[in-house]
């Protein structure tokens, strides 16, 4: 049996920076209470309309193709995970493969919000063990602020809410390093208690021309509810995982979690008695990016030689699902 590896990563965000400040012009808001309950200083919004969701996905596609060393017609197959696609349908995959313009390889779409990356590196790395493909794109990438309420009835969700992307190129390698394990898990009795119910199959274009103030186009997130089972979760998965290879929490090197809510991290980082340099957050800079925010974090820590040969990185995700999982890697 063959090993997956992670060799190449990028990431890209749009340029335009909008300050917990620039909020407070648009809703009522203010530094104080985003920065406290959140972490969240900075997040970037794209104003160029041009930047779409598989496009943001295909530029840190291309930093990550170049730093796996690989051409990119040595890609073999495409995973693209969003909550935000270009389109309500084809899926992103497909549009990243044009972008690129790659040979016809399969392009698959994973729907799984914040734990979308984690759900595609697991995906990645079953096809890669069982022999099928050699080398695998993973994207997670997010256009968030198109789709939210920027008054001030929508702000508990608008001021988290980030635009970025990230990408992984996942290999096939028969080093012993390598994707140790990932656990995947579901709570489908929360679904609505974070999520954007229409437009829906149940509700239909004539719907939203007549029904403009119905509330359900915008994200909705019982906070707190999602707060208290994060910490939950976070914690019984990456135990999971750690156990599954019998590793213990000394063992890691470094935890990237979703970024969700610095406190939150904070709040796993203290409950598995981690110090500060075993955590890495970026939330500060660019909030919540959902899918895209694992394989954004997992760059810059790499990038800022936080990760080196043999470590244990743990990745770890909850969220709208509920879903929720993890990954373990010896690098
Ligand atoms: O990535 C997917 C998973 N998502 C998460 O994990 C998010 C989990 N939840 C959270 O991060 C937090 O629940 C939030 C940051 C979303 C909200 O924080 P909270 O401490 O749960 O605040 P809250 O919603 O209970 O609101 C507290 C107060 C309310 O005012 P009253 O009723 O006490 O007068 C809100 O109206 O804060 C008010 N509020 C705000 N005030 C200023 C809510 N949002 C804002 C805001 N600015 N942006």
């Known amino acids: 049996m063959f090993r997956s ?27 104080d209470w985003i920065s406290e309950r959140t972490g969240i200083k900075n997040r970037r ?12 996905g295909t530029y840190a596609a291309e930093k990550a193709i170049a730093d796996a060393g690989i051409d990119k017609n040595d ?7 969003t909550l935000s696609p270009d389109y309500y349908f084809p899926g992103s995959g497909v549009l990243l493969q044009r972008n690129l313009g790659i040979k016809e390889i399969g392009a698959l779409d994973v729907r799984n919000q914040c734990s979308g990356f984690i759900y595609g590196l697991s995906i990645a790395d079953q096809y890669i ?10 994207v997670g990438s997010e256009i968030h602020s198109g789709g939210l309420d920027k008054s001030t009835k929508g702000r508990s969700v608008s001021v988290i809410f980030g635009d970025g992307a990230g990408a992984a190129v996942i290999s ?20 609505e208690e974070l999520a954007v119910i229409k437009p829906a199959t149940t509700h239909w274009i004539d719907k939203i021309k007549s029904d ?9 997130m019982n906070g707190n509810f999602v707060f208290k089972n994060a910490v939950v979760r976070f914690e019984q998965v990456i135990k999971e995982g750690l156990e599954y290879s019998n590793l213990n929490i000394d063992d890691i090197s470094l935890l990237i979690p979703h970024q ?20 890495f957050n970026n939330i500060m800079k660019y909030g919540n990016t959902t899918a895209a925010s694992i394989p954004i974090a997992l760059t810059e820590a790499y990038q800022s030689n936080l990760i080196k040969k043999n470590d ?11 879903t929720w999982g993890s990954a373990v890697i010896k690098w």
Do not use: C
């Not at 063990?129 to 993973?138: Q, T």
């Not at 096939?172 to 679904?191: D, F, P, Q, V």
């Not at 403009?212 to 909705?220: A, R």
């Open 5 to 31: 590896k992670i060799t190449g990563l990028g990431f890209f965000v749009p340029e335009n920076i909008v300050s917990n400040d620039d909020l407070s012009k648009l809703m009522e808001t203010s530094d």
């Open 45 to 56: 919004w794209v104003n160029d309309k041009k930047l779409t969701t598989s496009l943001m």
């Open 75 to 81: 890609i073999d197959f495409i995973i693209f995970s």
């Open 129 to 138: 063990k069982s022999g099928m493909y050699k080398n695998i794109l993973l």
């Open 172 to 191: 096939s390698t028969e080093s012993e390093n390598g994707i140790l394990s990932t656990h995947l898990h579901s709570e489908g009795k929360y679904a």
């Open 212 to 220: 403009q103030t119905d509330e359900s186009y915008w994200p909705y």
């Open 260 to 279: 969700a809510n610095l406190r939150i991290s904070q709040f796993i980082q203290k409950k598995l008695k981690l110090s500060d340099s075993q955590v």
């Open 312 to 322: 244990i990185v743990v990745l770890a995700a909850f969220g709208s699902g509920f």
